[in-house]
């Protein structure tokens, strides 16, 4: 029989300097995500990394989160949100801005597919592979 879980919400308090706030904040604006799914959201995913091997039944990313990049009419988005600053941009800097989101989106993809075991990370192979069916 397995283990009832607690549902229930809880809070957590932690304590960050305000730079890091604001970073976090602006980057969950950034994925349409309150601050404490953020959180929690960040945290799960560091846990992964931790406790290879060890499942968790949560539920998976927002779907938004594991949207293709490459249609042209989000990355156009992107391109305006990071240029509502003001400031110019370098090619190198907003690439830099825009792949970030990409790099987000394939980690919350890949620990969606980790976590419905359809693919698996082997440190010893150096890589991800699709779970034999």
Do not use: C
Not at 57 to 78: I, K, V
Not at 83 to 94: A, F, N, Q, R, V
């Amino acid at each position: 029989m397995s283990e009832q879980r607690d549902e229930s919400r809880v809070t957590v308090k932690t304590y960050v300097p305000a730079y890091q706030k604001d970073e976090w904040r602006d980057h969950a604006d950034e994925l349409d995500m309150s601050q404490s799914e953020f959180v929690r959201t960040m945290v799960q995913a560091g846990r992964r990394g931790f406790l290879e091997g060890e499942t968790d039944d949560e539920q998976s990313p927002d779907s938004s989160a594991t949207t293709d990049m490459t249609d042209g009419g989000d990355l156009e988005e992107r391109v305006e949100s990071v240029l509502t600053t003001g400031e110019y941009y370098s090619w190198d800097e907003l690439l830099a801005a825009i792949t970030d989101s990409i790099e987000d989106r394939l980690e919350a993809t890949l620990a969606d597919l980790q976590d419905r075991n359809v693919i698996r990370y082997s440190g010893r192979n150096g890589g991800y592979t699709l779970v034999d069916s």
